[in-house]
C-alpha cells in the first residue's frame, strides 16, 4: 500500500472520498518517497498541530525554519526519534534544502486547508 493509500484510508471515513483523496495528494506530494527529512518534518507538525491545534503549525513551521537557519530550538513536545531525526537534518540543510523546506510547509498547509474546509462544509 501507497503512502497515499494510507492516507486515503485514513481520511475518507472523516472527510469523504473526495477530499480524502485531495488530501491524500497533497501530502504525498509533501513527504516524497519519505525516506529523508520530509517525514520527520511531517511527524513533528503532525505532534505539534496535535498538541496545539491548528496554531501549532506555525509552531512547528517557525521551528523548522530556525532549525534550518542553524538556531537549536527545543523540541519536547514529541518524541525523542522525531526531534533528532528533523534537528540533524535542518542542521545540515544546504540553501536548496531551506527551498524545500518552505515548498513543503506551503503543500503541508494547503492539505490542512483542505481539511478545513471540508469541515465547514459539514458545519453548514
Excluded at 519519505?34 to 505532534?47: H, N, Y
Excluded at 540533524?88 to 474546509?117: D, P, R, S, W, Y
Amino acid at each position: 500500500m501507497t503512502v497515499k493509500d494510507e492516507i486515503t484510508s485514513v481520511f475518507v471515513p472523516l472527510l469523504g472520498d473526495f477530499f480524502a483523496k485531495e488530501v491524500a495528494v497533497k501530502l504525498q506530494e509533501a513527504i516524497g518517497d519519505g525516506k529523508d527529512w520530509r517525514k520527520s518534518a511531517l511527524l513533528l507538525i503532525m505532534d505539534t498541530v496535535t498538541k496545539e491545534g491548528l496554531a501549532g503549525l506555525t509552531t512547528a513551521a517557525d521551528t523548522l525554519r530556525r532549525m534550518a537557519n542553524g538556531e537549536v530550538s527545543e523540541i519536547d513536545w514529541t518524541d525523542l526519534e522525531t526531534a533528532s531525526n528533523i534537528l540533524a537534518a535542518m542542521q545540515n540543510a544546504e540553501t536548496e534544502q531551506k527551498k524545500e523546506l518552505e515548498k513543503f510547509l506551503t503543500i503541508v498547509g494547503q492539505a490542512l486547508g483542505i481539511i478545513c474546509v471540508a469541515a465547514i462544509k459539514v458545519v453548514l
